[in-house]
């Protein structure tokens, strides 16, 4: 069974090296999906894969890398587009 995944994190996510944490992260759990920036500060990402593999991913998501503060972490139910693997997108409105 596959899930699928949409979260956004908010807080100081950004100029933390948040995405690439995300990247090898979400790699490590064997997921797929991406994740970017967002211009209003936030990051969002969508994780496909086993479920608890995509439930460990978002635990560790409201935590994040070393320099990372997040503050809050809302989570939805998201579309399977198939990607292939997980990866790093440009930022987006």
């Known amino acids: 069974?596959?899930?699928?995944?949409?979260?956004?994190?908010?807080?100081?996510v950004q100029g933390v090296w948040?995405?690439?944490?995300?990247?090898?992260?979400?790699?490590?759990?064997?997921?797929?999906?991406?994740v970017r920036n967002r211009k209003d500060g936030t990051v969002e990402a969508v994780f496909a894969g086993a479920p608890d593999k995509v439930a460990d991913m978002i635990e560790a998501c409201r935590q994040g890398p070393p320099l990372?503060?997040?503050?809050?972490?809302?989570?939805?139910?998201?579309?399977?587009?198939?990607?292939?693997v997980f990866s790093q997108l440009p930022t987006t409105e």
Do not use: C, I, K, N
């Open 1 to 12: 069974m596959r899930q699928v995944v949409r979260v956004r994190v908010y807080g100081r």
């Open 18 to 34: 948040y995405r690439g944490w995300t990247v090898d992260a979400a790699r490590a759990r064997d997921l797929s999906g991406w």
């Open 68 to 84: 990372a503060q997040v503050d809050a972490l809302e989570r939805f139910d998201a579309a399977d587009e198939g990607w292939p």
